[in-house]
């Protein structure tokens, strides 16, 4: 596996200074959400340049590492019309940056029903999924004319919040260019984080060949809910996901997430152990 991080939980530094500080870590590459990880020019839209994919591009690979993800993680179910149809755009202009910029997929999670993207009730209903599927569409067609996959990642506060309902959305949309970001903690509630050996051997063996990015990180229970934390620092157990990585997924992009600074390093190393092991 090639194990990465989130950029944006490096120090808050320009991208030309911290990448040499993330590869120095010893990592392989990186999941870039532009807004979070650029801070000294513009990032929206009409920024979105193929000279601005290609510098980007040039700048990871003199350190080293992949551009595993693009991170685009905006509502796709939202009731707003003109939030929809902007969110669709910004999709669109990731999309088509992504074929220059060079990364694994654009990556995205699976909204909610409403203008807050929030978790209520209803992000579990068939309408929702209906919603989602609908307005899905058109964006993985775009990605199939640019060339550029859309992995959608699973989140049980989101629409798509199990691995039977992410094979239904892979099943009905039926595209290559659609595939899984597969984050086990975010497959979790309080109400089922007892049963999550289960939750992820469902999730690898539903959704297994589809999957495209693994995340990586840890969880503990608080407050009758759970709270994401860099990995080792919580409950999971990573050695049946390890193995079927190993297995399944040669050198697949594997980056950890929650970590900061102080521990990014440490977890890295806690991963690669298992996997020395498995």
Known sequence: MQLGIRVHDGEKLPLEELLPVLKSRGFKCGHIALSKSISQYSVGVPALTPGLAMYLRKLFAANDLDIAVLGCYLNLATPDADALKSNTEKYMANIRFASHLGCGVVGTETGAPNKEYRYEPACHTDEALETFITN??????????????LAIEPVWKH????????RIVLDR???PNLQI????????????YKDRDAIFAEAMELLGKDIAVVHIKDFVVKDNDLVSVAAGQGEMNYDEII????KEKPYIHVTLENTVPENAEQSRKLIQSIWDKA
């Open 136 to 149: 899905l569409r058109p964006v993985v067609e775009y990605a199939e004319k640019m060339g550029v996959i």
């Open 159 to 166: 629409i798509v919040y199990s691995p039977k309902r992410a």
């Open 173 to 175: 949309i039926s595209s």
């Open 181 to 192: 970001i597969f984050d086990p903690v975010n497959l979790l509630c309080y109400n089922n």
């Open 243 to 246: 193995r079927f990585i190993k």
